[in-house]
């Protein structure tokens, strides 16, 4: 009688191996698939820092969750064969890393969610209206400008008038400040250009009559990307001027600091993504969020006028962290580009000349 009672117990599991199954699967900690064209250092800093604010959230491998990293090696087709895979085994959340990734995730016909990252924000947009009732969200890259700003408030707070180069050959001044102006208003700050010209590696004399007590240089290089920032760093401390940047690669050629998107910082936000939508599913369906500017880079010169203690202290509660000078650090790795050879002086002239409009020619 017991024997048959065994038996009679183990009937629905013989019968219904799909209901065992099931049951392992409840078992099991949610799997999350991570999957990249490639598999780059900032890449893995990306999924490093999405782990590790993941374990912050309470989400440990081995004990509440598990991943599963796939680097297609630059073919689509096996980055399809993969997403297939991760659907065949009922990942929780398809975390996909660059836009060709996320692409291919959304190629398959399924209703997990993605989180993605390595676009621009108009790619995310375009993405959002072509799948609107798919579950996706994720980081898109962006303008940081407004954090650059905010850090000259925090620098120098006394400084109201920030001095933007502009160079008359690519139009009217105040045309290229347009959006400046608007995003300087928002910290209490005004702009003012400051001609130069690049082909001539000159400054307007201008400079010498900015107060280096409430003004201060920002060199926005999606105005002005071709600027000689060796020789403009020169003529700013030659003013006593603090010159700031929207370009890590003008900080490590003398701006003073700025303040970056780091991969690392991307992660953290893709982990706080992921865990909330571990609990609850709906948060997938949120707008794409933009990469925060978390991390400040200054330049050697930069430590002998900033005091760092008192900027991490200042900072803390809205950065990351203060990286000294684009040095490699793990798990944050900065990768710095090489310094070009410095150009001539850069001259100071009485007026940089602004190109006369040419006239529209009268009809015949």
Not at 213 to 218: C, G, I, V, Y
């Amino acid at each position: 009688m017991l024997r048959f009672a065994v038996l009679l117990a183990l009937v629905p599991f013989l019968l219904f191996p799909a209901g065992r199954a099931a049951m392992a699967q409840e078992q099991a900690p949610p799997l999350i698939g991570i999957t990249a064209i490639t598999i780059t250092a900032e890449i893995q800093a990306v999924i490093d820092g999405m782990r590790d604010r993941l374990a912050e959230r309470g989400y440990r491998p081995r004990e509440n969750i598990a991943f599963d990293i796939r680097d297609s090696a630059a073919d689509p087709a096996a980055a399809s064969n993969l997403i297939r895979d991760f659907v065949n085994r009922n990942v929780r959340v398809i975390v996909a890393i660059t836009n060709p990734s996320i692409r291919i995730a959304l190629a398959q016909d399924n209703r997990i969610p993605i989180v993605g990252t390595g676009l621009t924000m108009d790619q995310a947009w375009q993405i959002t209206r072509d799948h609107r009732r798919r579950p996706i969200t994720g980081i898109a890259e962006s303008d940081t400008r407004a954090d650059q700003f905010a850090l000259i408030r925090v620098l120098a707070p006394e400084v109201i008038t920030v001095a933007v180069p502009v160079d008359p050959i690519n139009g009217p001044t105040a045309a290229q400040l347009q959006e400046l102006v608007a995003i300087a208003r928002a910290q209490d700050l005004t702009v003012t250009p400051l001609p130069v010209s690049v082909a001539e590696n000159a400054v307007d004399e201008n400079i010498r009559t900015l107060d280096p007590d409430t003004t201060a240089l920002f060199l926005d290089v999606t105005v002005l990307p071709d600027a000689p920032v060796e020789a403009l760093a020169a003529a700013a401390e030659g003013q006593r001027l603090r010159l700031f940047s929207n370009s890590e690669d003008s900080v490590i050629r003398g701006a003073l600091a700025t303040m970056v998107i780091e991969p690392y910082g991307i992660g953290q936000q893709l982990g706080d993504m992921v865990a909330d939508i571990l609990e609850n599913p709906t948060a997938a369906r949120r707008p794409f969020e933009r990469a925060r500017a978390s991390h400040l880079v200054f330049n050697e010169e930069g430590r002998t006028v900033l005091d760092v203690s008192a900027i991490e202290t200042e900072i803390a509660d809205r950065q990351q962290s203060v990286i000294d000078w684009a040095e490699t650090r793990t798990p944050r790795p900065k990768l710095k580009p090489a310094v070009p050879e410095a150009p001539p002086p850069l001259g100071v002239v009485r007026g940089i000349k602004v190109p006369t409009p040419r006239s529209k020619p009268l009809n015949p």
